[in-house]
Every structure is written in structure tokens, then in C-alpha cells.
């Protein structure tokens, strides 16, 4: 038998009190005179005997009556078995995770949210605990009070204040974390030979991920605590993504919105609410099928701020964390293209090239195109995109446009490299300093010639190809191309023929370490490709155009992205570089009142900053940038503002049904399941599962019992 509250067995010692009443007697005699005494003899011996027999058992009444109180606040038990193997080396370890995920803000059928029935469930495991027990409260923050073992009180206070977070984390992920932490333990001297693991926790399947570390420690036994949902539906913004990459002040533009139903009920006539600079500027309805998206569009053709916070907001019912998505437009200048042709008098050309037609938007691009002969080499500090369209390293010009060419890759600008003819590669050899460029002619064929080769489906899991073929599979009637040298470049190939090789590749240089370099393998002209006239090559030319721009910033970021990157460039203009000079700065994130410092790098030119993910929530953030001048002290500059969302994950609202984790439990003898819809369920499942008897309630009867006899005996006998 083991006792709740063991302090209170002190009271015991107050039987100590009608003990001594009953040895002592504290009555005041006096003496009464009487002729003959011998009648009075005779009762006084029969009383006596009656009168002690009495008291002795009043006193046991009495003894009775304390005993029995002193245990009913004690609260005796009787232990179950994992209450006994808990105590085995000392005071028990037990290990609480509570799943505090976005997920866990539904509501349940018993009308309460998740997380609440959890902290309820937590309270209840507390409860059914000697008051010795050591707890360690997780949280998917996996926050420094995990650190040190908590008291039943301090355990109360901690999950009486868990907030909902937008950060997921897998039962493996959790199991690790606990295992790591024994182990550490064992190394300062606290040994566990065994520790109890409650997972509370709605185990959707797109976070819980395959719960392989299950059962694998045996010192652990892990108890499994579903919070079962009634939900079946849930819509939410699947991505965003612009008709044309270009935000430009006075161009339209469209922006589409791809719904996501993970429900398996259709949605229909959701209103979809679009805000810009918390305006509220247009409205769409969507109908999405079960298990299915939808799309609608948005126009942009009124007038937008240089930097523009946007909000998607909708009503979709019972999941509501995920019902506002947020983004950014951010306009950017034109886009500056320096195209540098051979000399024209030669006719490999014609006047206006195929780059120059795919560049004539003048309302994005500002592109200039010049012969090596007549360039103005100071036109390379002011561009962003520097096509090298068949220039060949025996050019007499060659020579002199190279130390610029470096100098413009050494300032983070992208270049393009379109072969010549002749299959020369040399130039770009010297360019990137690579000796070991070497290129071997092959036949060269005209378009009808049999040795033009079809370019293979491009790759659209690569990030180049993101959000540029919206809705199709990436099966495409694909151009061809001759195969003009066979080369030895290795890069990361964009575009390929059939037989593997590489058409369109990217190249890291030497001198950022970063690909900025794109060359294709023959002249974009009819008689070596059909690419300039295909479909793709539009999109193609502008996403290389796009990703020299460094004003390109996503429209969001999702919750989960660990790292951010932007280019310094980005960050600050070509005065205020040279002012500053080597000056380091400091970038914060601000977000409302709060601010944050993350962990930050520059490499190569790039800002590197990792995201504190359990601090972040979905909203906007302005990044800031902080320096020290010499008589203005210090200073903080507004640079952007960054959106950021909930990761989709959590959106998928699919959970592990009871029988799935059965399944997965099965064979396993150090995990347990605990089946229970609210908190009445779960208390007689830790009864029953605990195998505990409580015999407070009995010691209370008795008590009562010994009084009530007492109250007879003084009555009656």
C-alpha cells in the first residue's frame, strides 16, 4: 500500500492522546461517609468490571476513528505494476510531450480545443503520481525548462502557460530528444533504469512522420495519448504565384491563388477576400472537390506602393489557424540587359538577335545590345544580366572585355553564355580561369540535317522550373538542337538532350562560389536550334533575367525554411557600400512589438540568416538593419518586409486513427495506448491501466464506523 499525501501519517501520533486520557484519571474525588459499606463493596467490584471493559472499548473506538482519519487524508492505494517498476531506483522520471502544433487549435466534439484537453490530460497523469514523481514538460519549442525535472506544482504552472506554436515536430524527433536526455543524465551521475513517456499529441500523419523509434528503447515506457478530432474537411492556400515574375510600377499584372481541399468534402462558393496595406481591394469565390485545388485569379491593375503587404482571408470551418495566408508584392526597377554581339560585318548575326526580341518589353527590361567592337565598358557597373551571345576568344576585342567580365562577376552579376558556331569555348575557360574547358567539333547539321537531337522534358522538381508551368505534368512537345561540341563542363543542367547531355547548364565561378554563369550549347539561330521558338523559351529567358535581378524576393517564406538568403546587394545600394566600406552591420527582424536577432552570415555576398523557429508566427516582419555612423549614434533602416505562412504540413489534417496506431504498437510490450474521447475517459483509463485501487474512501467509512460505535458504546453500555 502506498499513500498519496504520506506527510498527513504525522497525525498518527494523536493516538497517542485518548491513550493517555484513558491511563490517567483526571476526575476530582471526595469522600462520602457511609455506617456499613459491605452492599456498597459488592457494587463497587461489579461495576468496576463493567466500567472497564467499557472504556476499553471506547478507546478502541476512539483509536479507530483517528487511525481511520489520519488515512483517509493520507489517501492510501494500492499500487499497480508500473507504479512499483517507476520506484525501482529511486524517485520516478516521467516524461511528458504535449503537442502544442497549430493543429491543436481545432475544436474537439467535446467542444473544447486539443491542446486544452491535453493540458487536462497532463493534470491527470500528474494526478495518478506519488508526490515525489520528477517531471519533464516537452513541447515542440523543446524549450530550457525540459531541462531540469519539475515538481507536480511547478509541472502546473509550466503547462498551465504552453501556447500554440507553428513549429511540428515527429514522435521520432520527440523520442530522440528523450533518449539524448537519459543519456545525458547517465553521464552526470543520475542514472534512469526506467522513465515513463507520455506522447499527448493528435498524430497527424503529414508531422508524425513513420514513429520507426517506437519501442526501440526499452528502458522508456512510452504511452501513447490520442486527441482524436471529428474534422473532415479543411481548405487552405496551397501557393501564390505571379502571371509575371516582374512587379512593376504601372505594368498589370495577375496574381493566382491555388486553393487546397484536404477534406473529403467539397467546398463550394468560398468567398476569398484579397487585402493589400490592410485594404481590402478584391474579392473571389472558389468551389474546390474533395481531396482536390482550385484556382483563382486576382488582377493587379491599380496603382501599388514600392513594398506592399497582402493578406488572403477566408472563412473555412472547423480549422480556422490557416484561414489567413500572407504575402508581399514588392515593385521592383527594370530589369538591365547588356547583350554583347561579334562584329555585325561578319553576318553570323542578324541586327535585331532572338535575345533581343525576348527582351523587348521595355516596360520590364531595359536591354542594350552592342557589338564587341563599339561597347562602352562602363556600362557593365549599372547591369544586372550580361549575355555573351557568340563571342569567341580569338575575337581581337576578347582580350580587352575580359578583366570587365570578371570584375562584373566579382560584383554578384549573372552572365549567359551563348556558343558560337564554331563550338570555341575558350573565352569562358579564361573567363572562369578553367584550363581545362577543351571542346572537340562535332558534324554541324542544319535543321533538317540527322544529327539534330530533341532536348528532353525539363526537370520541374528543380527550383529553376518553380511556379513556370503551373497545372501541367512537364510532358512537352520539346525543340531540338544540334549537338555542337562535346565539352567538359560539370554544372547543374537545366535543359539536356535525350541522350543526357547537358544543353543549358549553370556554372559555379570562381570568384563568389555561386552559379552565376549560364551557357548554352549552341547559337540560339535556326540552324543549330528550334528552342527561340518554342513555348519554353520565354519563360526560360525570363527566369534567367529574373534571378539576376537582386530586388527578386520571394512573395513568402513558409515557417519551416530554416535559413534565409538575400543578396547584400539587395540589402544596400553602391553608395552606401562605398561609404560604409567594410562596416559590419546588424540585421534584425521586427515583427509587431517584438523584435528578434537571428543567428546571421554574409557569404559570398549573401545574407545568411537561420530563423528561430519557434519564435516565428505567421505575420509580416520588417527586416532591419542597424549601424553605428559617426555622429548620429545609433541608427535603424527599414529594408523589407518579409512575409511568412504556416507550414503546409500542418494543414493536412489526416490523423493516425486508433486502429493505425494499434498496428504500429503491435509486438511492442513498452508501449501502451490510451483510447479516451475527454478527460472522464482518460481518468478511468490511468485507473484501470494503473491497475490503482484507492482506499481513501474506505478509510473515510470506517472512520465514520468507529465514531458512530463510540457514540453506542456511551449510549447503551
Not at 555573351?388 to 580587352?400: K, R, T
Request: hydrophobic share 40%; with cysteine.
Amino acid at each position: 500500500m502506498s499513500f498519496v499525501y504520506p506527510q498527513f501519517l504525522w497525525g498518527l501520533l494523536a493516538l497517542a492522546i485518548p491513550i493517555i486520557i484513558h491511563l490517567f484519571n483526571f476526575r476530582r474525588t471526595r469522600k462520602i461517609y457511609f455506617s456499613n459499606n459491605q452492599f456498597l463493596k459488592n457494587v463497587k467490584e461489579t461495576t468496576t468490571s463493567k466500567l472497564r471493559v467499557k472504556h476499553l472499548l471506547i478507546l478502541l473506538a476512539r483509536l479507530a476513528f483517528i487511525a481511520f482519519l489520519v488515512l483517509t487524508f493520507a489517501q492510501p492505494y494500492l499500487p499497480g505494476e508500473n507504479d512499483e517498476d517507476a520506484g525501482q531506483s529511486g524517485d520516478p522520471l516521467v516524461y511528458l510531450y504535449l503537442d502544442n502544433s497549430l493543429s491543436m487549435s481545432s475544436e474537439l466534439a467535446s467542444g473544447v480545443r486539443g491542446v486544452d484537453q491535453g493540458v487536462s490530460f497532463v493534470d491527470e497523469i500528474a494526478a495518478y503520481y506519488p508526490r515525489n514523481t520528477r517531471y519533464k514538460l516537452l513541447t515542440n519549442g523543446f524549450g530550457n525548462f525540459s531541462r531540469v525535472p519539475k515538481s507536480s506544482d511547478e509541472l502546473a504552472d509550466l503547462v498551465s502557460n504552453v501556447s500554440l506554436t507553428g513549429v511540428a515536430r515527429s514522435v521520432d524527433e520527440v523520442l530522440q530528444k528523450i533518449e539524448s536526455d537519459v543519456q545525458v543524465a547517465a553521464l552526470q551521475g543520475d542514472e534512469i533504469d526506467r522513465a515513463d513517456v507520455y506522447l499527448i499529441s493528435d498524430f497527424q500523419k503529414s508531422t508524425s512522420g513513420e514513429m520507426s523509434a517506437l519501442g526501440e528503447d526499452t528502458t522508456l515506457q512510452v504511452n501513447l495519448v490520442p486527441i482524436q478530432s471529428s474534422y473532415t474537411r479543411n481548405l487552405f492556400v496551397d501557393s501564390v504565384y505571379l502571371a509575371n515574375p516582374f512587379m512593376m510600377a504601372e505594368q498589370t499584372n495577375e496574381l493566382a491563388v491555388v486553393m487546397r481541399n484536404e477534406g473529403s468534402e467539397a467546398v463550394e462558393d468560398l468567398i476569398v477576400r484579397l487585402l493589400i496595406n490592410d485594404q481590402q481591394v478584391a474579392n473571389a469565390s472558389v468551389s474546390v472537390d474533395a481531396f482536390s485545388t482550385g484556382t483563382i485569379t486576382f488582377p493587379l491593375n491599380f496603382p501599388l506602393k514600392q513594398q506592399n503587404r497582402c493578406q488572403l482571408v477566408f472563412e473555412d470551418y472547423p480549422v480556422t489557424f490557416d484561414n489567413e495566408f500572407y504575402f508581399t508584392l514588392n515593385l521592383g526597377n527594370k530589369i538591365n540587359i547588356l547583350e554583347i554581339t561579334p562584329d555585325l560585318a561578319g553576318n553570323r548575326l542578324n541586327s535585331t538577335t532572338n535575345v533581343a526580341k525576348v527582351y523587348a518589353n521595355e516596360g520590364i527590361f531595359n536591354f542594350r545590345s552592342f557589338s564587341i567592337n563599339n561597347l562602352d565598358y562602363s556600362l557593365l557597373e549599372n547591369t544586372d544580366l550580361l549575355v555573351l551571345n557568340e563571342i569567341e576568344g580569338n575575337n581581337q576585342n576578347a582580350s580587352v572585355l575580359l578583366p570587365y567580365i570578371r570584375e562584373f562577376l566579382e560584383d554578384e552579376g549573372n552572365m549567359v553564355f551563348i556558343l558560337p558556331s564554331s563550338g570555341d569555348i575558350s573565352f569562358l575557360g579564361e573567363i572562369t580561369r578553367n584550363t581545362a574547358l577543351m571542346a572537340q567539333r562535332q558534324p554541324v547539321s542544319d535543321s533538317s540535317g540527322a544529327n539534330t537531337v530533341t532536348l528532353a522534358n525539363p526537370d520541374l522538381a528543380n527550383p529553376f522550373f518553380e511556379n513556370m508551368f503551373e497545372g501541367q505534368a512537364g510532358n512537352f512537345d520539346m525543340p531540338f538542337a544540334v549537338p555542337l561540341v562535346a565539352h567538359n563542363m560539370s554544372g547543374n543542367s537545366l535543359l539536356s538532350y535525350k541522350t543526357g547531355d547537358p544543353y543549358l547548364l549553370s556554372l559555379r565561378t570562381p570568384y563568389t562560389n555561386s552559379d552565376q554563369i549560364f551557357v548554352f550549347s549552341t547559337p540560339l539561330r535556326q540552324e543549330f536550334t528550334s528552342l527561340y521558338r518554342h513555348a519554353i523559351f520565354v519563360p526560360v529567358m525570363y527566369r534567367l533575367a529574373s534571378i539576376s535581378k537582386s530586388l527578386d524576393v520571394p512573395l513568402y517564406y513558409p515557417m519551416d525554411e530554416s535559413t534565409l538568403t538575400l543578396e547584400t546587394s539587395r540589402l544596400l545600394d553602391s553608395a552606401s557600400r562605398e561609404a560604409t566600406g567594410g562596416q559590419r552591420f546588424l540585421y534584425k527582424l521586427r515583427h509587431n512589438e517584438q523584435e528578434l536577432i537571428p543567428l546571421q552570415r554574409v557569404v559570398n555576398g549573401r545574407l545568411l540568416m537561420d530563423i528561430p523557429q519557434n519564435v516565428v508566427e505567421a505575420g509580416f516582419y520588417d527586416l532591419v538593419r542597424t549601424e553605428e555612423a559617426a555622429n548620429t549614434g545609433n541608427s535603424a533602416i527599414e529594408l523589407l518586409s518579409l512575409s511568412f505562412n504556416n507550414t503546409e504540413a500542418e494543414s493536412l489534417v489526416e490523423q493516425y486513427t486508433v486502429d493505425d496506431l494499434s498496428q504500429r504498437i503491435e509486438g511492442k510490450s513498452n508501449v501502451s495506448l490510451y483510447e479516451a474521447e475527454d478527460v472522464e475517459d482518460f481518468t478511468a483509463l490511468m485507473q484501470s491501466k494503473n491497475d490503482q485501487v484507492a482506499l481513501w474512501k474506505y478509510a473515510l467509512l470506517l472512520a465514520l464506523l468507529s465514531l458512530l460505535i463510540e457514540i453506542l458504546l456511551i449510549r447503551f453500555l
